[in-house]
C-alpha cells in the first residue's frame, strides 16, 4: 500500500518512478499488488529519491 501512496504522491508513472528509483516497473508493480512487500529501508530510501516526506506516505 506504501508503494501505491508513493506512485500517486511522485504523480508521475509506473515507469518513470521505477527509472528514477534504478528498478524495473514490474517491481513496482509488485509491490503496489502485494506480491512483495517493502523494508522501511528501502521506503526510506525510495522517499529520499523522490524528495516526498515519508511521513506522507505511511
Excluded at 528509483?21 to 503496489?32: D, K
Excluded at 512483495?36 to 521506503?43: A, D, E, F, G, N
Amino acid at each position: 500500500m506504501e508503494v501505491k501512496k508513493l506512485l500517486i504522491l511522485y504523480g508521475g508513472s509506473q515507469k518513470e518512478m521505477a527509472a528514477v528509483l534504478s528498478v524495473t516497473q514490474p517491481r513496482i508493480s509488485e509491490y503496489i499488488n502485494g506480491k512483495k512487500h517493502i523494508t522501511v529501508k528501502r521506503l526510506r530510501e525510495w522517499c529520499n529519491k523522490l524528495n516526498i516526506d515519508i511521513k506522507d506516505v505511511v
